[in-house]
């Protein structure tokens, strides 16, 4: 069975790995990083560069972005 709180540890460790500082006690810089990623998949979009690609085995793209900021959310 799963230990939602061991999942929830593990969530956060590679949020932590892969830049997702996301515990923070101030809503503006929650609301800074959410807006950079908006503002990331805007110039994707504006560019035209693509919904989603990978580059150096990173997720790029308009999407990429948004799951980004939905991930800080």
């Known amino acids: 069975m799963i230990n939602l ?3 929830a540890q593990e969530i956060c460790a590679i ?3 892969k830049g997702f500082n996301i515990v ?3 809503p503006f810089e929650v609301i800074a990083k959410i ?3 908006i503002g990331e998949a805007t110039d994707e ?4 560069r693509g919904e989603f690609y990978i580059v150096n085995g990173k997720p790029e793209g308009s999407d990429a972005e948004i799951a ?3 991930i800080r959310t």
Do not use: M
């Open 68 to 70: 980004d900021a939905l």
């Open 24 to 26: 923070s006690n101030n």
């Open 35 to 37: 807006h950079s990623e």
């Open 15 to 17: 949020n932590e790995e």
């Open 5 to 7: 709180n061991e999942l």
């Open 45 to 48: 979009i504006l560019n035209s």
